[in-house]
């Protein structure tokens, strides 16, 4: 069974500049989840989309952070315009489906690095 | 509101040496806990979770996890050290939201170096 994808592993990019990070869960995985987990930190979701809605983005930055899902599938991440202290790792992560009282595992991705000078 | 507490953001322990990491929780219903390894520029793997079918719980790699309630504890051990080891850790606790969807807490993660 092939796991979350992401793409691209490595992106260094100049402040004010955008980037845009793309995610493929697992196939069946309604649950689509971004984190950014800053050096030295645990993982802090950014959004959580479950097909095509979002059902929690209380911690994106919207000002300059955009996320969509548009087909319920594969989700793709933007920073527009990038700041210092967005370098981090962004990680996509996927789980089943609501409604089994937390349990599912969460299954991630490799991560995309992303370092803004 | 959930939250997870790992004491120790760095633990050093000799190759062959009991590895104990901690991580308390806090959650106003029966949580669901979670153990995951991160090796170095790589996600996260999951190492064991807690679902209330049994206390202890045993996961990949040989670690295992006890779920405590009046200790509110779910500590990650292993009782030999393997170099392969080294890497982080996270603890993080599980539950539901109004709406029915998952809401996962990590903690800042416990950094564990093995030394030959």
Redesign the interface.
Known sequence: EAG?AQSPRYKIIEKRQSVAFWCNPISGHA?LYWYQQIL??????LI?F?NNGV??DSQLPKDRFSAERLKGVDSTLKIQPAKLEDSAVY?C?S?LK??????????????S?LTVV | AQSVTQLGSHVSVSEGALVLLRCNYSSSVPPYLFWYVQYPNQGLQLLLKYTSAATLVKGINGFEAEFKKSETSFHLTKPSAHMSDAAEYFCAVSDTDSGGYQKVTFGTGTKLQVIP
């Open positions: 979350v649950t030295g930190q645990g993982p802090k979701l959580q479950q059902v929690d990680l992560a789980s609501a409604g089994t009282g937390g349990r599912n595992t969460i299954y991630f991705g490799e991560g690095w």
